[in-house]
Nanobody, 118 residues
Framework: QGQLAESGGGSVQAGGSLRLSCAVSGSPYCMAWFRQAPGKEREAVATIYMGSRVTDYATSVRGRFIISKDNAKNTLYLQMNSLKPEDTAMYYC??????????????WGQGTQVTVSS
């Protein structure tokens, strides 16, 4: 699916906003943002299916985060609003293909750190 490169992480106070960006090469079937906090399993935060533009969000971020893709810039975004300390994690961009009836992620970025202080 090509290479992925995230940017836009940083430190912010609770209630603030950040926008993550992911430069994409190729045309994946689906893309997503994952996150992993220390001592916790990696979780899918938001997914977008490129053909239909259908999106899906984890319950913990629904209504606060927005995933989108600018095809002209080949860039995936994650707009994060009303950030909470529990959103603190390393965030990863991922791209995938249609496999076995669902999206199978096979390309990953290096990650960008998001830290939310109370």
């Amino acid at each position: 699916q090509g290479q992925l490169a995230e940017s836009g992480g940083g430190s912010v106070q609770a209630g603030g906003s950040l926008r993550l960006s992911c430069a994409v090469s190729g045309s994946p079937y689906c893309m997503a943002w994952f996150r992993q906090a220390p001592g916790k399993e990696r979780e899918a935060v938001a997914t977008i299916y490129m053909g239909s533009r259908v999106t899906d969000y984890a319950t913990s971020v629904r209504g606060r985060f927005i995933i989108s893709k600018d095809n002209a810039k080949n860039t995936l975004y994650l707009q994060m609003n009303s950030l909470k300390p529990e959103d603190t994690a390393m965030y990863y961009c991922a791209a995938g293909s249609w496999y076995g009836g669902s999206c199978s992620f096979d390309s990953w970025g290096q990650g960008t750190q998001v830290t939310v202080s109370s």
